[in-house]
């Protein structure tokens, strides 16, 4: 979309809530030539809609990017309408969807009017985004698998994925715990969750992550542990600039910590309202917060997927000597 000899680069971010990703989005934002749009799957319902505010503190109709965009797209056509978006984007993110677009991202006609809307709309405004931010690379940690698929088959898309994952006890734990932040108006309260919830939701998004994951060629799919990411933010950030064949410099003062600059990420982790000078480090607190029996009801549902990924139930000793490597 860029131009025809460097196509507009898109990274999707796909993982379970509550696993970095939105403060992982903050810093590549301000990599020279990135432009963070947050959970961009959510721009028409909660952005347009209800009017929740961008990482600028200001609602997207007020928001200096984000106003200009959604004009420009809505300009474009004279048949949508921003609820019959958000009806076309409920139809295809279905979780009962990814199979079917799955086998639509090698059809060169969907056959399906509520991906093709999708598919227009979600264009127009990567498009939209990459030009009012003057940006080559768009960050979208909308975070499901469904979504990614949707830009896997976006035209003039350089598309790749970041699959991040995290200890599922430790989402469990992080969901529990209300984050509430300030925004114009007045302050809100982020919603919580239960631990059967929470497991289905990290569960289904690993499983959907797989399965997408053989679809998208190697050179295109990166993984990495939140764990690894809070321990070594430098060298992670890094490693997912080069993956992207990108070379801007990025915004560490040191070896862990940023300095952060007001960004429009459309919906997140109220950690997008962060600025200044910030200090990443794990979050750990489940280990001694969670009861036990939480962590093994936890561990029971989810065990061949933490095997997959590299956590182990024994996992105090197992922390305690990642840490020393």
Request: charged share 25%; with cysteine.
């Amino acid at each position: 979309m860029t131009s025809a000899d460097t196509p507009l680069k898109v990274l999707s971010v796909v993982g379970a809530g509550r696993s970095g990703t939105t403060v992982l989005a903050s810093i590549l934002g301000e990599v020279e030539g990135f432009a963070s749009a947050g959970e961009l799957r959510w721009l028409w319902e909660r952005g347009v809609l209800q009017q929740r505010p961008c990482g600028c503190g200001k609602p997207p109709e007020r928001c200096p990017v984000w106003s200009s965009v959604i004009a420009r797209v809505m300009a474009s056509s004279e048949r949508w309408t921003v609820p019959e978006i958000v009806a076309a984007q409920h139809d295809v993110a279905h979780l009962r969807s990814l199979p079917r677009l799955l086998r639509a991202s090698s059809d060169t006609q969907t056959q399906w009017p509520a991906l093709d809307l999708v598919l227009t709309v979600t264009g127009r405004t990567v498009e939209a985004f990459a030009e009012g931010t003057n940006a080559r690379v768009i960050v979208d940690t909308s975070k499901r698998p469904q979504d990614a698929a949707v830009s896997a088959m976006l035209e003039g898309v350089d598309h790749y994925v970041l699959h991040v994952v995290r200890d599922p006890r430790a989402v469990v734990h992080s969901w529990r715990r209300r984050k509430t932040f300030a925004a114009e108006g007045g302050t809100r309260t982020m919603g919580t969750r239960r631990l059967p919830s929470t497991v289905r939701a990290w569960t289904t998004n690993s499983i959907g992550s797989e399965l997408l994951r053989r679809r998208v060629p190697a050179s295109h799919w990166h993984h990495m542990r939140y764990e690894d990411f809070s321990r070594h933010p430098r060298s992670s950030v890094e490693s997912i600039v080069a993956f992207l064949g990108e070379q801007g410099r990025t915004p560490f003062e040191n070896e862990d910590t940023v300095a952060l600059q007001p960004n429009h990420i459309v919906s997140g982790n109220p950690t997008r309202f962060t600025t200044g000078s910030v200090k990443i480090r794990a979050d750990e607190e489940w280990r001694q917060a969670m009861p036990r029996r939480d962590q093994l009801l936890v561990q029971l549902a989810t065990k061949p997927l933490m095997m997959r990924y590299g956590y182990t139930t024994r996992n105090r000793e197992a922390a305690s000597a990642r840490r020393t490597d």
